[in-house]
C-alpha cells in the first residue's frame, strides 16, 4: 500500500550495523549461488527484511524490483535507468548515484482491496493541480478494461510518491495531491506519518 525512504539509506529507526547486516545476507547470498552454479548473479534482487528486537530478519527475496519501494528508489535516481538497466545485461561495473532526498509513496485502491479485486476504481484526478505540487508524480498500475473504466486486476491501483527534505514534508505533499482525487477510494494515511515511525522505533527497541 506504499513505503517511505529517508536521506541516504538508513531508516530512522535502523542503525548502521543493521544496514550493514543486510548487507551480509545478501551478499552471502549471492556468494552461494555463485559457489553452487559458477555464475555472476546481475540484476535486480530484492531483499525483503524486518528490523525485530533481536536484529534483522530476512523475510524473502525477489528477483525483480520490489513495488512500491522500487518506486522510491527511482524518483531520486540520477542514472538514466536504461542505461542501468543496459550496463546490468553487459556485465558493467555500475556506480549508481541519487539525489539526497527523503521520499513517500501511497498508493489508492478500490475499497475492499486486497479482499476483492479485479474492481474499478472510479476517481476524477485534477491532474493540473497535483502537477503544481513540486516534487510530486503519480502513476498508474493499472489500465482501462473494454468498458473504458479503471480495473486494478491483481494490482493497486494509482501511486502517488513524493519527494522532499524529510519524510513529514514529502508525505505532507502526497496528502495534498491525494486530496486532488474524488471518488470512491481507500488508502493508508499513516505511511509516511510521524506516529508510524516512532511506533516502529518502539518496536525495534
Same mark, same amino acid.
Given at each position: 500500500?506504499?513505503?517511505?525512504?529517508?536521506?541516504?539509506?538508513?531508516?530512522?529507526?535502523?542503525?548502521?550495523?543493521?544496514?550493514?547486516?543486510?548487507?551480509?545476507?545478501?551478499?552471502?547470498?549471492?556468494?552461494?549461488?555463485?559457489?553452487?552454479?559458477?555464475?555472476?548473479?546481475?540484476?535486480?534482487?530484492?531483499?525483503?527484511?524486518?528490523?525485530?528486537?533481536?536484529?534483522?530478519?530476512?523475510?524473502? @527475496?525477489?528477483?525483480?524490483?520490489?513495488?512500491?519501494?522500487?518506486?522510491?528508489?527511482?524518483?531520486?535516481?540520477?542514472?538514466?535507468?536504461?542505461?542501468?538497466?543496459?550496463?546490468?545485461?553487459?556485465?558493467?561495473?555500475?556506480?549508481?548515484?541519487?539525489?539526497?532526498?527523503?521520499? $513517500?509513496?501511497? @498508493?489508492?485502491?478500490?475499497?475492499?482491496?486486497?479482499?476483492?479485486?479485479?474492481?474499478?476504481?472510479?476517481?476524477?484526478?485534477?491532474?493540473?493541480?497535483?502537477?503544481?505540487?513540486?516534487?510530486?508524480?503519480?502513476?498508474?498500475?493499472?489500465?482501462?478494461?473494454?468498458?473504458?473504466?479503471?480495473?486494478?486486476?491483481?494490482?493497486?491501483?494509482?501511486?502517488?510518491?513524493?519527494?522532499?527534505?524529510?519524510?513529514?514534508?514529502?508525505?505532507?505533499?502526497?496528502?495534498?495531491?491525494?486530496?486532488? $482525487?474524488?471518488?470512491?477510494? @481507500?488508502?493508508?494515511?499513516?505511511?509516511?506519518?510521524?506516529?508510524?515511525?516512532?511506533?516502529?522505533?518502539?518496536?525495534?527497541?
Amino acid at each position: 500500500m506504499g513505503s517511505y525512504s529517508q536521506k541516504g539509506y538508513i531508516l530512522p529507526f535502523m542503525e548502521e550495523k543493521d544496514y550493514e547486516k543486510a548487507l551480509a545476507i545478501i551478499r552471502g547470498t549471492l556468494a552461494g549461488f555463485q559457489k553452487e552454479t559458477g555464475k555472476i548473479c546481475s540484476g535486480f534482487l530484492y531483499g525483503q527484511f524486518m528490523l525485530t528486537a533481536k536484529g534483522v530478519k530476512l523475510i524473502e @527475496y525477489n528477483f525483480r524490483p520490489g513495488d512500491p519501494e522500487w518506486m522510491n528508489t527511482v524518483v531520486i535516481l540520477k542514472n538514466n535507468l536504461l542505461e542501468v538497466i543496459l550496463g546490468l545485461l553487459r556485465g558493467d561495473d555500475l556506480a549508481l548515484y541519487f539525489e539526497n532526498q527523503a521520499t $513517500v509513496c501511497k @498508493y489508492i485502491v478500490p475499497e475492499g482491496y486486497p479482499e476483492k479485486l479485479y474492481q474499478h476504481l472510479n476517481v476524477d484526478m485534477d491532474e493540473g493541480s497535483i502537477r503544481e505540487i513540486d516534487g510530486v508524480k503519480y502513476y498508474y498500475s493499472c489500465g482501462l478494461d473494454d468498458t473504458g473504466k479503471l480495473n486494478v486486476g491483481t494490482e493497486r491501483g494509482i501511486a502517488f510518491i513524493a519527494k522532499a527534505s524529510t519524510i513529514y514534508e514529502a508525505n505532507e505533499k502526497v496528502e495534498k495531491a491525494i486530496s486532488f $482525487v474524488n471518488g470512491k477510494f @481507500y488508502y493508508r494515511k499513516d505511511i509516511g506519518t510521524k506516529d508510524l515511525v516512532d511506533s516502529k522505533d518502539s518496536q525495534c527497541q
